[in-house]
């Protein structure tokens, strides 16, 4: 299985950028062509473990949040699948 990494540093205050990012659900909010992103399964979008299903370009994606620490103020997630 092929994995990607992605990591950035923003030239902003870290609680400006933190507060945006931390809800994995607020994708739509800082990724051009995601229009819409939603939570299944009603977890929260700071809980490990959440899915969200989202519209990138027309294209519908899944992926899981696999770690969240606002201690650190990281997330990773890993992708699921397209959705056809």
Request: glycine fraction near 6%; charge should be negative.
């Amino acid at each position: 299985m092929t994995q990607a990494y992605y990591s950035a540093v923003l030239d902003h205050p870290l609680d400006d950028v933190w507060s945006l990012i931390r809800d994995f659900n607020n994708y739509p909010a800082y990724i051009d062509g995601v229009s819409e992103s939603e939570i299944e399964d009603n977890k929260r979008g700071d809980e490990v473990g959440a899915v969200r299903r989202f519209c990138y370009l027309g294209n519908w994606i899944r992926q899981r949040l696999v770690d969240h620490s606002d201690l650190q103020h990281s997330l990773t997630y890993a992708g699921l699948e397209a959705i056809p």
